[in-house]
């Protein structure tokens, strides 16, 4: 009788391959197929040699496409659609993303946003609002001629979102380094070189 989850470490854990697994009645007896490792004493030990049996399993193991028909290694299979080889999962997802433009780009900006800064489209639309709909620090309501985004402006050492920045002052910040008194040096300077040309 098979165990209803396998106690293996390392990436297979709750993997199953077909023919295999650990017997209930003695973890330590070894796999269904007859494998046991007699070298291996303790529990720790025999899971180590069961995880890379059980990889060296898998890796032999061919399943067939459901869109090519083909029959392929499972390492060659889709991670999310195990019964699809990743290329024709590569042609679904182009295709899909053909036919559902905008759903793509929602989509992918939720993923962009959540993994690179920890915050939601909620939270940048908020940050936007408080801001007055434009950039932070000229107003702007968009970042380039090709209409993208504001930026989302972020510490570099400790990552915390500071705002909402159109382009070119983003780019600005990070040119003079994120320095304030840079900044405020570069600000003074063409305050002082504005009041001279207007003196002239």
């Known amino acids: 009788m098979l165990t209803k989850s396998l106690k293996v470490s390392g990436p297979l854990v709750g993997k199953m391959v077909v023919g295999h697994g650990m017997l209930q009645a003695n973890p330590l007896a070894g796999c269904l197929c007859g494998w046991t490792d007699s070298a291996a004493i303790t529990k720790r030990a025999q899971r180590s040699a069961y995880a890379a049996h059980l990889a060296t399993a898998r890796d032999a193991e061919k399943r067939v496409c459901r869109d090519c028909n083909e029959t392929k290694y499972v390492a060659i299979m889709s991670k999310s659609h195990p019964t699809i080889c990743r290329p024709c999962a590569r042609v679904r997802m182009r295709a899909w993303i053909e036919a559902n433009p905008t759903r793509w780009e929602r989509a992918r900006r939720k993923s962009h946003l959540k993994k690179r800064y920890g915050i939601t489209v909620e939270d940048y639309n908020a940050m936007l609002d408080d801001q007055g709909g434009g950039c932070a620090i000229c107003g702007g309501a968009q970042a380039d ?56």
Do not use: K
């Open 145 to 200: 001629g090709r209409d993208f985004r504001l930026h989302v402006d972020h510490d570099h050492q400790t990552g915390r979102v500071r705002g909402i920045l159109c382009g070119s002052c983003n780019r600005g910040l990070g040119n003079l380094g994120d320095d304030p008194d840079r900044c405020e040096a570069a600000a003074a300077y063409l305050r002082r070189n504005s009041n001279e040309r207007n003196a002239s």
